[in-house]
């Protein structure tokens, strides 16, 4: 007998999470149970109010697609069932989980991608003063690659110098999240240039980013909020230098290995990157992280507790999930 189940779980964060739209304390995920012939997958996603999902619309969607579960559809037949999104995602990745373990082997060797080995992956600096972003940046300064949160109403210039200040060495990942603007982003390019920023992540708001085909850009510029699937790639070429895939953007591991590979063949670098979830979310990424150039998969290490045989993280790499969680 097939089955499939649906539940919100919430996990409190560390300490409060702050970028360019709001804050929060909490994460709140759904997660996806699949469960037939004594064996069982699991699949988390987080709804995300930027694209008008919260957990009750998540989980209605998850509902709707049960019948057609537990009647036999399967992974193939998910992707017309579901549009992309969290809904999608948590239940897809609860498939591919099953399948590896129905099997006897992993979702690794499903994938064909090899024996896959712990990487290096950002941390983030929630968006703060200058002066509390210091601190915090000189409280983790040995990670190897930082996120920093920006896109405040000001400062941003003096944010980026302060982070830069406190960790000379680090990778950094300036992340405006949609909050630079036409008439600003020209002088906070030249100031995450100034520090050596290795990419500014979606600086303006998806669909105002235009002017990006017009100038210079020296630092690389990754789309984040302006890129879900891979059909929307294409259009984004000559605009951006990287592409953030997020599985609960594309919908799932599937949808996101189409859009490595569309990615890879427009020329397009890509990060690997998550919402604030806990590690049964990160699990199916830390593969797909396996072949991308930026990994940004810190987000267990924002919560106040994890998940069971979470992932392992050490310094600045995060591990191979374990069986017990994922894949």
């Not at 996990?11 to 995920?29: C, D, N, Q, W």
């Not at 998540?58 to 399967?74: Q, S, T």
């Not at 190897?144 to 210039?157: E, H, Q, R, W």
Request: charged share 25%; glycine share 10%; with cysteine.
């Amino acid at each position: 007998m097939r089955r499939l189940s649906v539940t919100v779980d919430r996990f409190p964060l560390a300490r409060r999470f702050t970028i360019a739209r709001g804050s929060k304390t909490e994460a709140a995920v759904v997660t996806c149970t699949f469960e037939a012939g004594g064996f069982r997958g699991r699949g988390e996603c987080v709804p995300y109010a930027r694209y008008g999902e919260n957990v009750e619309t998540v989980c209605a969607a998850i509902e709707g697609v049960r019948e057609a579960l537990e009647a036999g559809a399967d992974r193939v037949a998910l992707q017309s069932l579901l549009p992309a999104g969290a809904a999608r995602n948590a239940v897809d990745c609860a498939l591919w989980d099953f399948e590896a373990k129905s099997a006897g082997t992993s979702v690794a060797q499903l994938l064909g991608i090899g024996t896959p080995h712990p990487i290096d992956t950002a941390f983030t600096i929630s968006l703060d003063t200058p002066n509390e972003m210091h601190r915090a940046t000189a409280a983790v300064a040995n990670r190897t690659v930082l996120k920093v949160k920006v896109g405040g109403p000001d400062s941003d210039a003096e944010r980026m110098r302060a982070v830069r200040a406190a960790s000379p060495a680090a990778r950094l990942i300036i992340d405006a999240n949609e909050g630079w603007r036409p008439e600003t982003i020209r002088d906070h390019m030249l100031v995450a240039a100034s520090i050596g920023a290795f990419v500014v992540e979606q600086p303006l708001p998806a669909g105002q980013d235009e002017i990006l085909t017009r100038m210079p850009r020296p630092v690389p510029v990754c789309a984040d909020e302006s890129v879900h699937g891979s059909d929307d790639l294409a259009a984004l070429v000559g605009r951006y230098d990287y592409v953030n895939l997020k599985l609960d953007k594309t919908g799932g591991l599937t949808e996101g290995m189409r859009f490595l590979a569309e990615a890879r063949r427009l020329g397009f670098g890509v990060m690997a990157g998550c919402m604030v979830g806990s590690s049964l979310g990160m699990a199916p990424a830390v593969l797909l992280a396996q072949e991308v150039e930026l990994c940004d998969l810190d987000g267990p290490l924002l919560l106040a507790e994890d998940r069971p045989d979470g992932l392992r993280y050490e310094g600045s790499t995060v591990g191979v999930p374990q069986a017990a969680l994922w894949g």
